[in-house]
């Protein structure tokens, strides 16, 4: 009879337990039909048993028989939960197949879509550009100074919204990113006038490096163009002034990274909805370089935050990263196999 009593508290623990897993209840009645199987099967076998060899004692051949009914009924239970179990699995794996398949489907569509607008977009703004040149080459004036501006700024909205429609995809490859040089990179490729860059950045992560470029390169030029003044022209090409003193900084995190700004910052009322497609502040930038950045972060599986840096400015915080390569010397973190930058 003692030996009853730990399959008896195995049951009664895999019940509770049951009861708070994440089985689908669905599944109960299945797992109840194995409880009861085994403990009818193991009974009846035990029953032939007795009856095969009797013990002599009415007393003994009760406590036999109950004996293997609980430990039938222990194993019929166990193995109801472990199918249960198996087959959630497989609902589960089949469930985030058709979803990633579906993601997919959706995906080529935004691209099949983005890519019809902005080529039926870009044939009427290139005539409207080379009609323009022309124009402004028997006479120029500030009129027509401006309209070019303005096509600038289309061309600009179709290169961000074909990025934007890109840069939300489901990442399924990552590769080994030294943030050190993809950062420097990036600031190279972005007009940053008198701006600094302080990169601090040493570490090395998972992440896909051309969204990775995107998310780096918007959140310089957002810095950026808040933190101007005005514009002037050098050798035909629109440059922006900054406050001298406009400082970007990149560092690390535990699991990500930060960049920020000593600018004017933004509200903590605003920053929240700065990450919304379509908010601006700045006239004719759409306001998609920030949305851009959510895209990028939300398709790596990471999180965002916007908050005040110590200077007084914005600083986004992108945590939920993976980190990988192994500190050297100097204390600096360099990756275990070769990165693409």
């Given at each position: 009879m003692l030996a009853i009593v730990p399959f008896a508290a195995a049951i009664i623990v895999g019940g509770f337990w049951l009861d708070n897993s994440e089985i689908?209840?669905?599944?109960?009645?299945?797992?109840?039909?194995?409880?009861?199987?085994?403990?009818?099967?193991?009974?009846?076998?035990?029953?032939?048993?007795?009856?095969?060899w009797p013990t002599g004692a009415l007393s003994e051949?009760?406590?036999?028989?109950?004996?293997?009914?609980?430990?039938?009924?222990?194993?019929?239970?166990?193995?109801?939960?472990?199918?249960?179990?198996?087959?959630?699995?497989?609902?589960?794996?089949e469930r985030q197949r058709l979803q990633r398949e579906a993601v997919e489907q959706r995906n080529e569509r935004l691209d099949e879509f983005a890519a019809v607008v902005a080529h039926d977009l870009r044939n009427p703004l290139n005539v409207a550009s080379g009609r323009l040149e022309l124009a402004r080459m028997d006479r120029d004036s500030e009129h027509l100074e401006t309209a070019a501006g303005a096509m600038d700024r289309m061309e600009t909205l179709i290169d961000r919204t074909l990025t934007l429609a890109r840069?939300?995809?489901?990442?399924?490859?990552?590769?080994?990113?030294?943030?050190?040089?993809?950062?420097?990179s990036c600031w190279e490729a972005v007009p940053t006038a008198d701006a600094t860059l302080e990169n601090e950045a040493t570490v090395v992560i998972d992440a896909d490096p051309d969204r990775l470029r995107h998310l780096f390169e918007n959140l310089f030029r957002n810095s950026v163009e808040h933190g101007s003044t005005g514009s002037q022209s050098q050798s035909g090409a629109t440059v922006e002034r900054v406050d001298a003193d406009l400082t970007i900084r990149v560092?690390?995190?535990?699991?990500?990274?930060?960049?920020?700004?000593?600018?004017?910052?933004?509200?903590?009322?605003?920053?929240?909805?700065?990450?919304?497609?379509?908010?601006?502040?700045?006239?004719?930038?759409?306001?998609?370089?920030?949305?851009?950045?959510?895209?990028?972060?939300?398709?790596?599986?990471?999180?965002i935050d916007v908050t005040e840096s110590d200077g007084g400015g914005t600083r986004f915080e992108v945590t939920g990263a993976t980190i990988s390569g192994s500190p050297d010397e100097d204390g600096y973190t360099r990756p275990e196999t070769p990165v693409q930058s």
């Open positions: 689908d209840p669905d599944h109960y009645r299945r797992i109840g039909v194995w409880f009861t199987g085994g403990l009818v099967c193991f009974l009846l076998l035990n029953v032939v048993m007795i009856l095969t051949d009760i406590g036999w028989a109950l004996f293997a009914a609980i430990v039938g009924g222990f194993g019929g239970l166990m193995m109801g939960i472990f199918e249960a179990r198996a087959i959630s699995r497989a609902v589960e794996a840069s939300g995809h489901v990442i399924s490859d990552t590769e080994a990113v030294d943030l050190t040089e993809l950062v420097d560092g690390e995190l535990t699991e990500g990274f930060y960049v920020a700004d000593n600018g004017s910052g933004i509200p903590p009322a605003k920053r929240d909805a700065v990450l919304d497609e379509g908010y601006t502040t700045t006239d004719g930038e759409g306001g998609l370089g920030l949305a851009i950045v959510q895209r990028i972060v939300e398709a790596h599986g990471w999180e």
